[in-house]
């Protein structure tokens, strides 16, 4: 079994910033596709950034310029670096992670518990 915790989520004032960790802890697995994801109150989820393991990266149009993701293989963590923050951007952020089962070699998808960000002044 694996698991995603996050952290680093909090209160922040108008651009201000923050660091998002996520790191997966468990046994014989590789993990592909790692990325971050937000979903407001009232709102679907969405994808706000993710990375493969190749260290390739797309970001949602809103965050390009201000979110930076990027991840370390050897951790088994990806990071989420905010700056310029906004209060539109305020919500719980989810990181997924594509991970891969060393004993099927399949690929599953899983989720952290989400953390919360508010930019508020």
């Known amino acids: 079994q694996v698991q995603l915790v996050e952290s680093g989520g909090g209160l922040v004032q108008p651009g201000g910033s923050l660091r998002l960790s996520c790191a997966a802890s468990?046994?014989?697995?590789?993990?592909?596709?790692m990325g971050w994801y937000r979903q407001a109150p009232g709102k679907q989820r969405e994808l706000v950034a993710r990375?493969?393991?190749?260290?390739?990266?797309l970001y949602a149009d809103s965050v390009k310029g201000r979110f930076t993701i990027s991840r370390d293989n050897a951790k088994s963590t990806v990071y989420l670096q905010m700056n310029s923050l906004k209060p539109e951007d305020t919500a719980g952020y989810y990181c997924q992670a594509n991970v891969v089962v060393a004993e099927t070699g399949f690929e599953y998808i899983y989720w952290g518990q989400g953390t919360q960000v508010t930019v508020s002044s």
């Open positions: 990375i493969t393991r190749g260290g390739s990266t």
């Open positions: 468990g046994s014989n697995f590789g993990i592909n596709t």
